[in-house]
Structure formats: C-alpha cells, structure tokens
C-alpha cells in the first residue's frame, strides 16, 4: 500500500515538470535526447509504451489527455510546430499566412482543445448553476479530470492570464 502511494507521489511529479515542459515549450512531446530533464524525457516515452501495452489508468489517461499530451508522434505535430515556428520568426508570408488562415488552420492545437473544455465547462453552469464538476464525472470522464486539473493549476496560480480571466468570468469554483 505505501508503494502504490509512493508511485503516485512520483507520478504526479512527473506529471507537474511536464505541465511544466509544456508551459515553457508549448507541447508535450519531451524529445528522447532531450538533456535538460533526460528523467521527464524517459517517463513520457514510457507513458506512452504504457498506453499502447494498456496499463496505464483511465484516471492517468484523462489527466495527460487534459494537457493535450500526443500519445503518437506522426509528422503532422511537427509540420504545425515548425509553421509555428516560422510565424513566431516572421520568417513565412503574410501570404501564407492568410491561406492557412483561410484553411481554417489551427495554429495552436492545444489552445483550441482548452477552449472547447472550456466551452463545455460555459455549458455545464448554464444548465447546473455551478462549475462543480465532479472529478469522476461519469457523463464524460475527460472533461471531469479536465476541470479537476484547471482547479489544480488555478490554485498552484499555473494558468495564463487569458485562461485566468475566462475562468474568472464563469465564477469557476476552484477549490
């Protein structure tokens, strides 16, 4: 019993320097040579392994899924990436730019998956009243853990003024 809560404890850490990762560097995906924190590079692949072997928790699953955690890598998240990159350099036309626009490209995936959760979250208090959304919240166990977690990074003041504001304006209940 003590085991299991020490694997947590340590899981939990690990999951914070990644919300810490993806803060900094806006994305999950740790490189394996990544030299800063060759730890957190090493857990993330194994959550993957973990996930395609089936043994990680549907609780684990939900809080990754919540941060935008990329299970697979394919070459999509790195073309987004790299334009990213290049419109934050101005090193792509204004041109381009405004096709892509015209598209509908997303330029920030992770933003537009908060904003639909944070749409959902809008929805829930119109027809409940409240943002008390239950951590295991059977209707849709990904949007329960992602509110859980935006309790979690509100009161660890880990969230973006933008995101903080928005909150702010439903009166989510953090605590």
């Known amino acids: 019993m003590r085991y299991q809560k020490w694997q947590n404890e340590r899981w939990d850490k690990m999951f914070q320097r990644l919300v810490a990762y993806k803060k900094e560097c806006k994305s999950t995906s740790v490189p394996k040579g990544y030299t800063k924190d060759p730890k957190l590079a ?74 639909e959760m944070y749409s959902k979250l809008v929805e829930y208090k119109k027809q409940k009243k409240s943002t008390r959304v239950p951590h295991y919240f059977t209707e849709d166990l990904s949007f329960g853990m992602w509110v859980y977690n935006q309790r979690f990074a509100y009161n660890k003041d880990n969230l973006s003024r933008k995101r903080l504001k928005l909150l702010n304006s439903i009166s989510f209940a953090a605590s």
């Open 42 to 115: 090493m857990w993330v692949h194994t959550q993957r392994t973990q996930c395609t072997n089936q043994e990680v928790s549907v609780e684990r699953k939900t809080r990754l899924d919540s941060i935008g955690f990329v299970w697979k890598h394919n070459y999509l998240v790195p073309w987004e990436e790299m334009y990213q990159r290049l419109v934050a350099s101005k090193k792509l036309s204004i041109e381009r730019i405004n096709y892509l626009d015209s598209i509908g490209f997303v330029w920030d995936a992770l933003d537009s998956k908060w904003m």
